[in-house]
């Protein structure tokens, strides 16, 4: 990102927009808060931010957060958009319509897959997580990084590498925590606040939703089916989900994992991770994708259809 410099383009914008991606994760809302704060800090400019779903309890505690909003005037025009950790368009939820009229795009993510779909595209696929490549901007081109600025940074990239522990996490990943937090960045606070923290109703939902795994393959591959109804009994929302196919991919015999959730009665979402097959790849035959190790798509199928697809192309690969 270091090669690009969005500065101009902010400094001559008067309307911009920051917008995450669908049932958005820790490293699109931080990774748009800390653009919040640092153009406020820069530029002192108000960006609009726009969440085209509901903010999972988990990040009630991010900085700028509670600006963020969920709709907006479709009729707007913005002189910029800005588009963060979004792989793909349609990942974009009703943003997209925004996006499609603004007088310029940007697209800053750290996805594989993604086609560069913006007018200006800021991709490192060996970046953790979009907000390392935003905290790398803002330190080659001397941008105040405040500590609230920091704290969504971190946040960003603690989650999207599942508490440093996932593969993407390197040295410099490491090297850019410990530089946030001599910033003032608490890292038990922020971790206690993601992970430690669950409401009671979040907490008995993923237990049973645990306890139904199914297993096929001599327990290599795991995987649980989540229906609308199910969400409904526990009063769930969205992002109780979150974390479970880590739990299943934990299992030491088990090589892929994925949750199967029912959108509508012909609409299945997965989500995938694995130990040591290109679940990216998986994903691309149903117009999804993600990194390696972790991908999703969305199947128009019923949910007994949508496993069954997947289940025929994981079995040929472990």
Not at 134 to 144: A, E, H, L, P, Q
Not at 145 to 160: F, H, P, Q
Request: glycine content about 4%; hydrophobic content about 40%; some cysteine.
């Amino acid at each position: 990102m270091n090669k690009i410099n969005i500065d101009d383009n902010i400094k001559h914008s008067s309307k911009i927009l920051i917008t995450s991606h669908i049932n958005p994760d820790g490293d699109t809302l931080g990774t748009m808060c800390a653009l919040y704060g640092a153009i406020l800090e820069r530029y002192k400019k108000h960006a609009d931010m726009f969440i085209p779903s509901k903010v999972p309890y988990t990040y009630r505690d991010l900085p700028f957060i509670n600006l963020a909003k969920s709709n907006y005037n479709k009729s707007l025009v913005y002189d910029m958009v800005i588009c963060v950790d979004i792989a793909a368009k349609d990942r974009m939820g009703t943003a997209i319509d925004i996006f499609n009229k603004a007088k310029l795009t940007i697209n800053i993510d750290h996805h594989k897959t993604n086609p560069e779909y913006a007018q200006i595209n800021i991709i490192d696929a060996a970046a953790s997580s979009a907000g390392m490549i935003v905290y790398k901007y803002f330190v080659d081109n001397n941008w105040i990084i405040n500590k609230e600025i920091a704290e969504c940074l971190y946040v960003s990239i603690l989650t999207d590498t599942g508490g440093f522990r996932y593969e993407n996490t390197t040295a410099e990943t490491l090297k850019i925590a410990g530089e946030l937090i001599e910033l003032g960045v608490n890292p038990n606070k922020v971790f206690n606040s993601i992970y430690e923290t669950k409401t009671k109703e979040n907490v008995m939902f993923q237990a049973v939703a645990v306890s139904s795994a199914k297993f096929c393959c001599d327990n290599k591959i795991a995987y649980i089916t989540i229906y609308k109804k199910d969400l409904e009994k526990y009063k769930s929302s969205e992002d109780f989900t979150e974390g479970l196919v880590e739990k299943l991919r934990a299992i030491d015999s088990v090589e892929a994992a994925f949750i199967a959730k029912e959108i509508d009665s012909k609409t299945t979402k997965i989500s995938m991770r694995s130990k040591k097959i290109d679940v990216a790849d998986v994903c691309a035959e149903y117009s999804g994708g993600g990194h390696t190790y972790a991908a999703g798509c969305v199947i128009k199928s019923s949910m007994p259809a949508a496993v069954k697809k997947i289940l025929s192309l994981v079995k040929d690969r472990v």
